[in-house]
């Protein structure tokens, strides 16, 4: 059994409300939160990877290299 979190249930909630003489259903609303969930989960490891890697004393350059940016921008994002 999943375990919702309060924003999940709220969204939940708001979808379920949506009258459906309005709008088709909420089926496209659940997608774009499931997507941007899956986003943030992306975007947390993806966070954790570069920490591993200049924990492991990878470069900013080869970061950035991987990342398809600048060491600057890599920095600028992932360097806190």
Partial sequence: MTTKTTKQRKIDDFIDS???????DG???REIASAAK??????EKL???VR???EAGD???AIGL???TSKQNAHRK???
Avoid: C, K
Wanted: proline share 0%; glycine share 6%.
């Fill in 59 to 61: 470069s900013w350059t």
């Fill in 66 to 68: 991987v990342l398809g």
């Fill in 47 to 49: 966070h954790a990877a």
């Fill in 78 to 80: 992932y360097g806190h």
């Fill in 38 to 43: 899956a986003r943030d989960a992306a975007d």
């Fill in 18 to 24: 949506i009258d459906t003489a309005d709008m088709r």
């Fill in 27 to 29: 089926s496209h609303l």
């Fill in 52 to 54: 591993a890697a200049r």
